[in-house]
């Protein structure tokens, strides 16, 4: 298999790294020869947060280039539009509506566009929107956002399912296990639910 290349965007606290470990995991637990690699800049909660997966026969390097990225993962709009760039040309978009404010945002530093919607469509040939956070609520806590996330992922990623429920199992504590299954569950349904 060719390398893929994921980029994971979001703030701190989403769960980024997260969801680039399970990856990541997976891709090993199937075989892949997998590298993983991540930007925090401020990873504290509300700093932008960055994560490169790459797996295949064999990956030399942990970053994707820009312009080469087959999936880019959006935990938040801004976030999104902020690492577009690393999309190929027919490179899919899949990411959460839910605005949340960057410190960059908070402090004023950067204005959130009104239309930030309108700029990821403008810049992504293939581009997916869902309501993730609403869905991780739906399955008990918002912070299982990136779990739906990952689930939804899978409608594109090269992965096996009951392989990545095993690497969530290896990285989630069990006392929030059934939450995160519920929510992976719902990510998975989401395009079941488009016509």
């Not at 991540?38 to 797996?55: D, L, P």
């Not at 004023?108 to 239309?115: H, I, L």
Request: hydrophobic fraction near 45%.
């Amino acid at each position: 298999m060719r390398v893929f290349n994921v980029v994971i965007a979001g703030v701190g606290g989403q769960g980024v790294l997260l969801t680039s470990k399970i990856i990541s995991e997976t891709a090993l637990l199937q075989g892949f020869d997998a590298k993983q690699s991540e930007v925090h800049g401020m990873a504290q909660r509300g700093g932008s947060v960055i994560s490169h997966v790459r797996f295949g026969e064999k990956v030399y390097s942990p970053i994707v280039s820009e312009g080469e990225g087959d999936l880019l993962i959006g935990f938040e709009p801004l976030e999104t539009a902020r690492y577009i760039h690393f999309l190929k040309k027919d490179g899919i978009v899949l990411y959460n509506t839910y605005r949340v404010s960057s410190i960059t945002v908070s402090i004023g530093a950067e204005k959130y566009p009104d239309d930030i919607d309108e700029i990821i469509r403008k810049n992504a040939k293939n581009v997916f929107a869902l309501d993730g956070t609403k869905l991780a609520v739906e399955a008990g806590d918002k912070r299982a956002l990136n779990v739906v996330l990952l689930g939804a992922s899978l409608k594109f990623l090269p992965l096996d399912k009951n392989i990545v429920l095993k690497a969530l199992e290896n990285s989630i504590s069990k006392k929030v296990l059934a939450i995160n299954k519920k929510a992976f569950e719902l990510g998975l349904e989401f395009f079941n639910d488009i016509k």
